[in-house]
């Protein structure tokens, strides 16, 4: 079983909706917890960035971390065609090495 | 651009033979990651360094991969004798070792086929 599991999709909404995805893991140790956009043939790039949990908001974007049930979320509020694509979680411990990452969700947002 | 630079973007070579990709960090990160990416999966850690210093290498790493950064600035990978198992995006990233913990910048990417 893999440290980090993600919803795999893919999730297609139309414009406007909120979006809601989410991720779940088995590594007591993560303390830092990301989520990164993907577009195709791109490289990641880095949207909500969270410490412990509790929620951390960035404009339309909502990180949510519940450490107690190893679960995170990423909200997306009033979505956008252009908010599609592969979007990440990933994790990392104190020692601020390497991140263990999600195999991603593919959201669609429809005109 | 004063973003992660990757080169080659794109590489076609035939079972066997060797490659060589190069990574730019930022120009002031200290830390350089490596990371491997298929189709339909998350990246895949394969080593970082701290300065010249490689601190952690994945043990999914054949002895076939090296890497190296020998001045703590630029960083090459190299894979020898290239198998179609490799064939992948390579992908370089950067972050400062104090900074904003753990956020790490991601290069576009270097594709990797193995004919």
């Known amino acids: 079983q893999k440290e980090v599991e993600q919803d795999p999709g893919p999730l297609s909404v139309p414009e406007g909706a909120i979006v809601s995805l989410n991720c779940t893991y088995s590594?007591?140790?993560?303390?830092?917890f990301m989520w990164y956009r993907q577009y195709s043939r791109k490289g990641p790039e880095l949207l909500m960035y969270?410490?412990?949990?509790g929620n951390k908001e960035d404009g339309r974007f909502t990180a949510q971390v519940d450490k107690s049930s190893k679960y995170i979320s990423l909200f997306i509020r009033d979505s956008q065609p252009s908010d599609s694509a592969t979007y990440l979680c990933?994790?990392?411990?104190?020692?601020?090495?390497?991140?263990?990452f999600g195999d991603g969700t593919t959201l669609t947002v429809k005109p | 651009d004063t973003g992660v630079s990757q080169n080659p973007r794109h590489k076609i070579t035939k079972r066997g033979q060797n490659v060589t990709f190069r990574c730019d960090p930022i120009?002031?990160?200290?830390?350089l990651y490596w990371y491997r990416q298929t189709l339909g999966q998350g990246p895949e850690f394969l080593t970082y360094?701290?300065?010249?210093?490689?601190?952690?290498k994945s043990r999914l790493l054949s002895d076939r991969f090296s890497a190296e950064r020998p001045k703590g600035s630029f960083s090459t990978l190299e894979i020898q004798r290239t198998e179609q198992g490799d064939s992948a995006m390579y992908l370089c990233?950067?972050?400062?070792?104090?900074?904003?913990?753990?956020?790490?910048?991601f290069g576009e990417g270097s594709w990797l086929t193995v004919v």
């Open positions: 990233a950067s972050s400062l070792e104090f900074g904003k913990r753990n956020t790490i910048y």
């Open positions: 590594n007591s140790a993560f303390q830092y």
């Open positions: 969270t410490y412990s949990s």
């Open positions: 990933a994790m990392t411990g104190t020692n601020a090495g390497k991140s263990t």
């Open positions: 120009s002031e990160h200290n830390r």
């Open positions: 360094f701290q300065n010249e210093a490689q601190l952690e």
